[in-house]
């Protein structure tokens, strides 16, 4: 089984920008949808983006507007840029390549160690 590897987080002021990267070593990698989660220590892991295996990018409200995703598959990688950071989005970052149907995206149960983006005020 490959774990997806997330990397590019760090410690950032209020109002930078980051770009996260995920890298999933699947041959079918293409045929994934990929979705961007973050928790919070003590919540629940949350979806904020995903991208199917078309290209196609659904954004949650509560970041729309300031970050957006991309792919690239001859590289088996997938980005989440993120604008006009807040301290709000200090998180850890993971991305999940599992499967978009009927407008919801099915993780699998492959994680890895996320990236963790800290936003100070």
């Known amino acids: 089984q490959v774990q997806p590897v997330e990397s590019g987080g760090g410690l950032m002021q209020a109002g930078g920008s980051l770009t996260l990267s995920c890298v999933v070593s699947?041959?079918?990698?293409?045929?994934?949808?990929v979705g961007w989660y973050r928790q919070d220590p003590g919540q629940q892991r949350e979806l904020i983006a995903t991208i199917t295996a078309a290209g196609s990018m659904e954004i949650k409200d509560f970041v729309k507007g300031r970050f957006t995703v991309s792919r690239d598959n001859s590289k088996k990688m997938a980005y989440l840029k993120m604008v006009n950071l807040k301290p709000e989005d200090s998180a850890v970052y993971y991305c999940n390549a599992g499967d978009y149907r009927g407008g919801y995206f099915y993780p699998s149960r492959r994680w890895g160690q996320g990236t963790q983006v800290t936003v100070s005020s």
């Open positions: 699947k041959p079918d990698f293409s045929t994934n949808a």
